[in-house]
């Protein structure tokens, strides 16, 4: 069996970068492939990024009791598959999900084993100014994911490891640390 992770943190904190570099360089983990009723973003792809589904399909998920966890975030619904995770783990991959602090936490309980780790930005300023940089969010879309910021931060004090992203190279060796 596998084991389980869940890497949560503020939008824009940098966690898709560490988390490429570091799948990068241990093939024996796999990222998991969550379903959103997000619109992709330009270059995502479905089946890769996400599962992108209608409101309609995820409620039918929801109804059928098919989700090991999901919630709705800055508007939008997330949620990760139990069959998804079980078959993945069965498998021998190490799984990774990226969720957020919600998610995660209900992971948590219900797999008690689940390590839980947060990654912090440097600081708030430059966190917004790397949301900014993104130019992939309206304004609007921008003010509600500072907002959560603080929330999601409030939360990781539950959190089993926390990795400040001030370099790349650091953090990921922290992360290897934890991790492997
Ligand atoms: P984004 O829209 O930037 O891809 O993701 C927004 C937030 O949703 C991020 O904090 C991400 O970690 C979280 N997220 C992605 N997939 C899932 C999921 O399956 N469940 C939960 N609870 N959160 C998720």
């Known amino acids: ?6 890497i949560s943190g503020s939008s824009g904190v940098g966690k898709g970068t560490l988390l490429k570099s570091f799948l990068s360089k241990h093939p024996d983990f796999k990222l998991s492939v969550s379903c959103t009723t997000r619109k992709p973003r330009q270059g995502e792809i479905h089946g890769i990024n996400y599962f992108f589904l209608t409101q309609d399909e995820f409620d039918n998920l929801v109804k059928n009791n098919e989700f ?6 800055s508007g939008n619904c997330y949620g990760t ?3 998804y995770v079980e078959r993945k783990l069965a498998e021998g991959k190490n799984l ?19 390590v ?5 930005p440097p ?6 100014s790397r949301l900014r940089g993104r130019h992939t969010e309206t304004e609007d879309a921008i003010q509600r994911r500072l907002a959560s910021t ?17 370099d790349i190279e650091r953090a990921l060796k922290e992360l290897e640390s934890i991790m492997c």
């Open 81 to 83: 598959q139990k069959a």
């Open 150 to 166: 603080k929330f999601e931060i409030e939360n990781s004090k539950n959190f089993d490891f926390k990795v400040v992203n001030d």
């Open 96 to 114: 990774i999900l990226e969720l957020d602090t919600v998610g995660a936490l209900n992971v948590k309980k219900i797999i008690p084993e689940t």
């Open 123 to 128: 600081s708030f300023e430059e966190l917004e």
């Open 68 to 73: 090991l966890e999901w919630a709705e975030f």
């Open 116 to 120: 839980l780790i947060f990654i912090l």
């Open 1 to 6: 069996m596998g084991k389980l992770f869940v």
